[in-house]
């Protein structure tokens, strides 16, 4: 009986742990600051329809220092951990270019002075969020 309980004590010890040593597939921190960008966006579509400067400024401003920030995060489908060979590394280097991208335009947005430009830049944006995910968002089941 000892036995048996030492035995399911041991087993339950070691459960959080094996949790623990996998990312799970959209609850990463990079998942985290996506869902933030993802909120970001859905607030600038409004303002770029009534053209609050301002408003458009501000949210322009947030998606730049939410880029900048995931500069560093390495998306699960590259590794899950920090250790990269260097085909994982020359992947890692590419994905910073799209997260570099996206925050000069961001940044660019946020200065516009015209409608015109505030949209066109807007779409920019969009395209560039469907290249990084085509190439470095992992689908979760
Ligand atoms: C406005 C631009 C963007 C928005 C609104 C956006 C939004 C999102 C959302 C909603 C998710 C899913 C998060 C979840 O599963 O909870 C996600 C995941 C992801 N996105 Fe973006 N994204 C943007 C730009 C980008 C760019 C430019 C890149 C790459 C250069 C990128 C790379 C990724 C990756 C790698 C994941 C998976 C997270 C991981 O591997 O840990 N995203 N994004």
């Given at each position: 009986m000892k036995r048996v309980l030492l035995?399911?004590?041991?087993?339950?010890?070691?459960?959080?742990?094996?949790y623990a040593a996998s990312a799970k597939c959209g609850e990463t921190p990079l998942a985290e600051i996506m869902g933030?960008?993802?909120?970001?966006?859905?607030?600038?579509?409004?303002a770029l329809?009534?053209?609050q400067a301002d408003e458009i400024a501000q949210l322009a401003g947030?998606?730049?220092?939410?880029?900048?920030?995931?500069?560093?995060?390495?998306?699960l489908k590259i590794s899950e951990t920090k250790q990269l060979n260097p085909k994982q590394k020359?992947?890692?280097t590419k994905y910073q270019e799209g997260m570099k991208k996206l925050a000069s335009v961001a940044k660019e947005l946020?200065?516009?002075?015209?409608?015109?430009?505030?949209?066109?830049l807007a779409k920019q944006i969009g395209k560039i969020n469907k290249q990084g995910h085509r190439a470095f968002k992992m689908k979760c089941d």
């Open positions: 035995a399911s004590l041991l087993t339950l010890a070691m459960v959080p742990t094996s933030d960008m993802k909120k970001t966006m859905k607030s600038l579509k409004p329809a009534k053209g947030k998606l730049e220092s939410l880029a900048e920030k995931s500069i560093d995060y390495i998306p020359a992947q890692f946020a200065s516009a002075k015209d409608d015109k430009t505030r949209k066109d």
